[in-house]
C-alpha cells in the first residue's frame, strides 16, 4: 500500500490504485489490522521532496491515520520535512521542533480526534464509498459515524461528488473536524461533499461528540 499512496497522492496517479490495492490485500495478508502503514521512511525520499504540496500531503495523511491498520508517522513529517535520499531523509529534529508547525497543528488535532473514538476506531470495517481518478472516501466507526474524504488535485483544486449508500437517517448532520463552519446534510442516504483548495474533509455525525477547540489545544 505504501507504493500506491505515494503514486496516487504524491504524483497524482488514479485513486483507484487504493481500491485495487485494497482488493488484493487480504490474499497477502491474514490479519490486515495488525499492518503498519506509513508514507515517508528512512529508505526512500521524503513525501514533500517529490511533491512539494502540503495539501497533497494532508490528504494522504487523512488517509494515513484512518485506514484499518497501525499508521506510522515517521519523524519529521510533522515539521514538514522534505528530504531526498538517504541520508538527506533523516535530517535532525533538533533545533527545528516545533510544536506550532501547521503540519505540526494538523497531524495533532486529526490524532486526538482519532484517539476519541477509542476502541469503536479500531473495531470497526473500513468501507469504501466513492473511488475514481481524483477522488476517495471511507467510513469508520460504528454506524460509520466517521467519513473521510481525499482529493490527489493539490492547492488550489475544487471537487464535488455526491455520496451515496450511507446509514443517516434524513435530515443527520456531519461536521468537519477540520473547520466547524463545514456541515453538510444526508437526504435519503447520501450527501454531497465540495472540496475547496484541495483540502481533505473529516466528517463526523453530529449525534457523536468530538473534541472541543479547547480539547485540540491541549486545555
Not at 506509513?38 to 514533500?48: A, I, K, P, S, V
Amino acid at each position: 500500500m505504501y507504493w500506491s499512496l505515494r503514486n496516487a497522492y504524491q504524483e497524482k496517479q488514479s485513486l483507484n490504485n487504493i481500491q485495487s490495492r485494497l482488493r488484493e490485500e487480504p490474499s497477502d495478508f491474514n490479519d490486515l489490522t495488525v499492518l503498519g502503514g506509513f508514507l515517508d521512511n528512512h529508505d526512500n525520499n521524503r513525501f514533500l521532496n517529490i511533491n512539494k504540496d502540503w495539501t497533497s500531503l494532508k490528504n494522504a495523511l487523512s488517509y494515513l491515520l484512518f485506514a484499518r491498520w497501525i499508521p506510522i508517522i515517521y519523524y519529521g513529517t510533522e515539521q514538514a520535512y522534505a528530504g531526498g535520499k538517504d541520508p538527506d531523509n533523516r535530517e535532525s529534529l533538533w533545533p527545528n521542533y516545533n510544536i506550532q508547525h501547521l503540519m505540526f497543528e494538523f497531524i495533532s488535532q486529526v490524532l486526538k480526534f482519532r484517539k476519541s473514538l477509542g476502541d469503536d476506531l479500531i473495531e470497526s470495517e473500513q468501507k469504501e464509498k466513492w473511488s475514481d481518478d481524483q477522488f476517495y472516501a471511507f467510513t469508520r466507526g460504528s454506524g460509520e459515524k466517521v467519513l473521510i474524504a481525499t482529493t490527489n488535485q493539490g492547492s488550489g483544486s475544487s471537487v464535488q461528488r455526491p455520496i451515496p449508500n450511507l446509514p443517516y437517517s434524513d435530515g443527520t448532520v456531519l461536521q468537519n473536524i477540520l473547520d466547524a463552519n463545514d456541515k453538510i446534510t444526508c437526504n435519503q442516504g447520501k450527501v454531497t461533499i465540495s472540496i475547496q483548495n484541495g483540502q481533505p474533509k473529516i466528517y463526523h455525525s453530529l449525534s457523536f461528540s468530538s473534541p472541543t477547540e479547547n480539547d485540540r489545544k491541549g486545555g
